[in-house]
Nanobody, 124 residues
Framework: QVQLVESGGGLVQAGGSLRLSCAVS????????MGWFRQVPGKEREFVAF????????YYADSVKGRFTISRDNAKNTMYLQMNSLKPEDTAVYYC?????????????????WGQGTQVTVSS
């Protein structure tokens, strides 16, 4: 069984930065494709960013492109999301996800495992 634990969320002013971490348990971390999603109350979980095991292929939602950077350290079994130039509309619970299935990386059912989420609040 794979477990994902997010950390690094918090309260920040608009224009500020945060770095989220996702620690992954299990021996096969390096084989998983990884993603970040976010969700606000009353709305569906929204794709944020994706990275393949090789660190070469990344993909971002248009709303965060140029501001957020996804990365991973396979030796530490950890994935990161560096968030810069934060806006109030980035406020959400952020989830990390892992999966081995191929398919549309922007949809939740492509992923097998999910973390519990970490709250990010951006004040104006």
């Amino acid at each position: 069984q794979v477990q994902l634990v997010e950390s690094g969320g918090g309260l920040v002013q608009a224009g500020g930065s945060l770095r989220l971490s996702c620690a992954v348990s299990g021996r096969t971390f390096s084989t998983y494709a990884m993603g970040w999603f976010r969700q606000v109350p009353g709305k569906e979980r929204e794709f944020v960013a994706f990275i393949r095991w090789s660190n070469v292929n990344t993909y971002y939602a248009d709303s965060v492109k140029g501001r957020f950077t996804i990365s991973r350290d396979n030796a530490k079994n950890t994935m990161y999301l560096q968030m810069n130039s934060l806006k109030p509309e980035d406020t959400a619970v952020y989830y990390c996800a892992a999966g081995t299935k191929t398919g549309n990386v922007m949809i939740t059912r492509t992923y097998d495992y999910w973390g519990q989420g970490t709250q990010v609040t951006v004040s104006s």
